[in-house]
């Protein structure tokens, strides 16, 4: 079973602050997504990766993914209230079934 | 444009009762998947089917079972309902090759 571990476990930051959160595994993934939960809802996927090293970028959100392919961020850049949410990252060696980290708890206060 | 659909949103089960948890897709998406989220445990995988007539067991499949009669629907059968399977249910799908599409959830309460 794959251990995965993201942190911190909640945020709470203002608006227009930076922050990252982080996902580590314990061995080699061949792929890993991240997805933002809000409440009442399910996970909505953000960005998948397969590349070791490998830097996306979605608007205001840079993930980066570890060369060793074990570990993951996800910056955010001058946090609105809307980035509020739950941020789970899942990774797979299978490519079809996917393991999930606990997620971060994100609150941007206005 | 309707992805994944989830019924019912809501349920209280008394110990002991039985229910389905109903899941259908529209994308003709082959692999489905059945997940409970508890507070702080994150998303745990109870069953999942790579196509029609295929299923197969997760990290957490006591108490439950599911069928793949068609492409499009993925029920999840809770036999003997236990306080232990309070939790919100998800169900997702994928083409393989990409993310997954996950329905809006079924908060259930067992009591």
């Known amino acids: 079973t794959q251990l995965l571990e993201q942190s911190p476990q909640f945020l709470s930051i203002q608006e227009g602050e930076n922050l990252t959160v982080y996902c580590n595994s314990s061995?080699?993934?061949?792929?890993l997504q991240w997805y933002r939960q809000e409440p009442g809802e399910g996970p909505v996927l953000l960005v998948t990766v397969v590349t070791g090293g490998e830097v996306k970028k979605l608007k205001r959100l840079t993930f980066q993914f570890g060369d060793a392919r074990k570990d993951s961020s996800l910056h955010i850049t001058a946090a609105q209230p809307g980035d509020t949410g739950l941020y789970l990252c899942a990774l797979t060696n299978t490519g079809n079934q996917f393991y999930f980290g606990t997620g971060t708890s994100l609150t941007v206060i206005p | 444009n309707a992805g994944v659909t989830q019924t019912p949103k809501f349920r209280i089960l008394k110990i002991g009762q039985s229910m389905t948890l109903q899941c259908t897709q529209d994308?003709?998406?082959?692999?489905m998947y059945w997940y409970r989220q508890d507070p702080g445990m994150g998303l745990k995988l109870i069953y999942y089917s790579v196509g029609a007539g295929i299923t197969d067991k997760g990290e957490v499949p006591n108490g439950y079972n599911v069928s793949r009669s068609t492409t499009e629907d993925f029920p999840l059968r809770l036999e003997l309902a236990a306080p232990s399977q309070t939790s919100v249910y998800f169900c997702a799908s994928s083409s393989g090759r990409g993310g997954y599409t996950f329905g809006s959830g079924t908060r259930l309460t067992v009591v």
């Open positions: 994308m003709n998406h082959n692999y």
């Open positions: 061995s080699v993934f061949s792929s």
